[in-house]
């Protein structure tokens, strides 16, 4: 092929790509128009400001998006353009403030903006148990709280709030890990001390022990805080992500040294709303039972009889007495199916303490 044939066959393509964005941005703009018609709909109607977000419809959407994909973008690329025009769109409504344990730049709050898109507000908090009292004191419309790692397991510190605190769990995000090695030095044998949240500190271990070993490890609140002492300290390095190390103006001297390469964090979108069912859902249930012989089977014997299936179990001390424990449990389906709202009616029972955290989809992407 010449080149000026292989110059007009470019042209030619070139023109449709911007026909193609053309027509794209003006179904953009219909999208929008209707979201505010949406908005308008809601505002006539005295829907608070958490009803103009609904996890279970943006649930379906992605899903749906992903079903229609034929390539060549993957269904999670597809899914995350969408996941930004809804949250664009959304904002047009109503612009949502999502507090998340912070400070910027930690994990949790990749997680925040990976499931609410990024025309949002974030407000980081000092703490899990800060993230619970923004959302119940309606400063936030909702938290993101981490729940459990796929390496290190639970989050005790989320788990206990749930005891004390009102909140609904409203939806989960699942976010893959890769830790980095974040340091001013140029060479490992430089470094003097290495900073990070215990949990990373514990998912890079083995890499630790390998590639820095007797280098003093000090576990600090987050991530983030991590990047912010070694970007000040000379000698200092800091286990974070990417996002701390833009932030923090850090390179990155060794990337992905987590011990488990799909090492997963799975967290927590928590409010005050419950959410309806989405086709594809998760309840999260807080037991207790009597100190007796076999409460535990009997506690458990109505989710087998209906066929459910429990996805995780842990137990925490109640606070209410010695040796005596509460079990978060997670099963599929949602309070609203039948099987579900059979087997919580005789948990109801057989349960000294039976409360339903929250029934909501299961993470899209």
């Not at 979201?35 to 608070?48: I, Q, S, T």
């Not at 002492?229 to 390095?237: F, L, P, Q, T, Y």
């Not at 039972?289 to 087998?304: E, F, H, K």
């Amino acid at each position: 092929m010449g080149e000026r044939s292989l110059d007009k066959e470019l042209e030619a393509l070139r023109r449709r790509i911007d026909e193609v964005d053309a027509e794209i941005q003006r179904l953009i703009s219909e999208r929008a128009a209707l979201a505010e018609e949406v908005a308008r709909v809601k505002r006539d109607n005295g829907e608070a400001a958490e009803a103009f977000y609904r996890p279970e419809r943006e649930a379906r959407v992605l899903r749906a998006v992903m079903e229609r994909n034929q390539g060549p973008l993957s269904n999670e690329e597809m899914a995350r353009l969408f996941r930004e025009i809804m949250s664009a769109c959304l904002a047009l409504e109503r612009v949502m403030t999502i507090a998340y344990l912070g400070p910027e730049g930690t994990f949790t709050q990749a997680a925040a903006l990976k499931h609410f898109g990024h025309a949002v507000d974030t407000s980081p908090q000092a703490s899990i148990a800060d993230v619970f009292r923004e959302v119940e004191a309606d400063n936030a419309h909702y938290g993101v709280v981490p729940v459990e790692n796929s390496t290190e397991g639970v989050v005790n510190h989320t788990l206990d709030q749930f005891l004390n605190s009102p909140l609904n769990i409203c939806g989960e995000v699942e976010l893959r890990i890769h830790h980095h090695l974040l340091t001013r030095v140029p060479r490992l044998e430089e470094i003097k001390v290495v900073y990070s949240h215990q949990q990373s500190l514990a998912q890079c271990r083995e890499w630790l022990e390998a590639h820095l070993p007797g280098v003093p490890l000090t576990d600090v609140p987050s991530n983030a805080e991590a990047a912010r002492r070694a970007a000040a300290e000379d000698g200092a390095a800091a286990i974070a992500g990417e996002t701390a190390a833009e932030i923090y103006g850090l390179p990155v001297l060794v990337r992905n040294i987590e011990d488990e390469p799909d090492n997963t964090t799975r967290f927590l979108v928590i409010g005050r709303r419950q959410v309806p069912p989405s086709g594809d859902d998760k309840t999260s249930l807080l037991l207790s039972t009597p100190n007796r012989p076999g409460a535990l089977y009997r506690l458990l014997a109505p989710l087998q009889r209906h066929d459910i299936s429990m996805t995780r179990i842990e137990s925490r001390p109640s606070r209410r007495g010695m040796w005596e424990y509460v079990f978060f449990v997670d099963i599929d389906g949602h309070r609203e199916d039948a099987p579900v709202a059979a087997a919580l009616a005789e948990l109801e029972s057989e349960a000294s303490l039976l409360r339903v955290l929250g029934s909501y989809p299961k993470a899209v992407l």
